[in-house]
Nanobody
Framework: QLQLVESGGGLVQPGGSLRLSCAAS????????IGWFRQAPGKEREGVSC????????NYADSVKGRFTISRDNAKNTVYLQMNSLKPEDTAVYYC??????????????????WGQGTQVTVSS
């Protein structure tokens, strides 16, 4: 059964860190680029970061550059999002999704054919 399952979300104080995981099953992760998105209440889903199949190329939204790091371990069928220096505006549901194609367009939600259910990240004091 095809699955993408996010985990690692939670409540953290401003300036804190979280590491999200995206565990894949039912397909070969190596064949796909993976993206992380987030959606805050009342806002559109936005691209956060993406990573190429091999992990050799990555992209980040300007709002998270220098604070978030995406990585992957294909042997473990898992993609990670390390989030440091978290801010209240990072509060959202975070989703991972898979796509094939150019990494340069990885912020476009219509490029993705399968999504996880999301994990809540709340940054608050």
């Amino acid at each position: 059964q095809l699955q993408l399952v996010e985990s690692g979300g939670g409540l953290v104080q401003p300036g804190g860190s979280l590491r999200l995981s995206c565990a894949a099953s039912g397909f070969i992760l190596d064949y796909y680029n993976i993206g992380w998105f987030r959606q805050a209440p009342g806002k559109e889903r936005e691209g956060v970061s993406c990573i190429s199949r091999s992990g050799g190329s990555t992209n980040y939204a300007d709002s998270v550059k220098g604070r978030f790091t995406i990585s992957r371990d294909n042997a473990k069928n898992t993609v990670y999002l390390q989030m440091n220096s978290l801010k209240p505006e990072d509060t959202a549901v975070y989703y991972c999704a898979r796509f094939r194609g150019l990494l340069s367009v990885c912020s476009l939600t219509n490029r993705y054919d399968y999504w996880g259910q999301g994990t809540q990240v709340t940054v608050s004091s």
